[in-house]
């Protein structure tokens, strides 16, 4: 099992994303300060660090230069608020292994740490695709093919159908999938999940994904 770091000061970000990590087989640990961060990342005990720029003690930029400075190569996945594209080059040169922007969506985050986690192993090509059924999404391209055809799906549907694949024969709240798709701020009460499956599954087939009545929906 993966071991990442959150370096996070925002709770309800933190709460947010260790439900989202956890669920999709990660372990999860959580600090709120630079200087906390940097001892994590000294440890070796972690496979990755997401780690926020605005952080009290040691802000995340200093907290990538010291420990990039000491040799630690640990993938650094930065999600910050600060997007503009000074704060961008700078995370990137001072040793991000990739940059975030929040608001974020959880699909995207989670193919990032993926990415970064079988970066240069002998699985990256594992990585980049999910494929079942006659499914297949390339991570990397951004495309999805359907027994073999290639299938036009909105950035809203290819993350609605990387969740199911990620989570074959689970059955998936609508609760759940909003986290994932939509992000931390969404409205519970909402039927658009219920809206993108319907469309989802003329794009791929309606068999291949199942409404589980009064719980959600799976793809078997």
Same mark, same amino acid.
């Given at each position: 099992?993966?071991?990442?770091?959150?370096?996070?000061?925002?709770?309800?970000?933190?709460?947010?994303?260790?439900?989202? =990590? *956890?669920?999709?087989?990660? #372990?999860? %640990? /959580?600090?709120?300060?630079?200087?906390?961060?940097?001892? !994590? &990342? $000294?440890?070796?005990?972690?496979?990755?660090?997401?780690?926020?720029?605005?952080?009290?003690?040691?802000?995340?930029?200093?907290?990538?230069?010291?420990?990039?400075?000491?040799?630690?190569?640990?993938?650094?996945?930065?999600?910050?608020?600060?997007?503009?594209?000074?704060?961008?080059?700078?995370?990137?040169?001072?040793?991000?292994?990739?940059?975030?922007?929040?608001?974020?969506?959880?699909?995207?985050?989670?193919?990032?740490?993926? =990415? *970064?986690?079988?970066?240069? #192993?002998? %699985? /990256?090509?594992?990585?980049?695709?999910?494929?079942?059924? !006659? &499914? $297949?999404?390339?991570?990397?391209?951004?495309?999805?093919?359907?027994?073999?055809?290639?299938?036009?799906?909105?950035?809203?549907?290819?993350?609605?159908?990387?969740?199911?694949?990620?989570?074959?024969?689970?059955?998936?709240?609508?609760?759940?999938?909003?986290?994932?798709?939509?992000?931390?701020?969404?409205?519970?009460?909402?039927?658009?999940?219920?809206?993108?499956?319907?469309?989802?599954?003329?794009?791929?087939?309606?068999?291949? =994904?199942?409404?589980?009545?009064?719980?959600?929906?799976?793809?078997?």
């Amino acid at each position: 099992m993966n071991r990442i770091l959150i370096a996070e000061d925002d709770l309800r970000i933190v709460s947010f994303l260790e439900k989202g =990590l *956890r669920s999709a087989g990660f #372990s999860t %640990t /959580h600090v709120g300060d630079g200087r906390s961060a940097l001892e !994590g &990342l $000294r440890s070796e005990q972690f496979d990755l660090v997401i780690l926020d720029i605005g952080l009290p003690l040691l802000d995340g930029f200093e907290v990538l230069s010291r420990a990039r400075g000491q040799g630690i190569s640990t993938p650094v996945v930065v999600l910050t608020a600060r997007d503009s594209v000074r704060d961008t080059v700078t995370g990137l040169t001072s040793g991000a292994n990739d940059y975030l922007a929040k608001p974020f969506h959880f699909a995207e985050l989670l193919a990032r740490v993926q =990415l *970064r986690l079988h970066d240069g #192993s002998s %699985t /990256h090509d594992e990585a980049r695709a999910l494929e079942h059924g !006659g &499914l $297949r999404l390339d991570l990397l391209a951004h495309t999805a093919e359907v027994d073999g055809e290639p299938t036009n799906l909105t950035s809203r549907e290819f993350s609605l159908l990387k969740v199911f694949l990620t989570h074959r024969g689970q059955v998936l709240s609508r609760e759940q999938i909003l986290d994932h798709v939509w992000g931390y701020d969404f409205d519970p009460a909402s039927n658009v999940v219920d809206v993108y499956v319907r469309t989802l599954r003329k794009k791929i087939g309606a068999d291949r =994904l199942v409404t589980v009545r009064g719980a959600g929906y799976k793809m078997p």
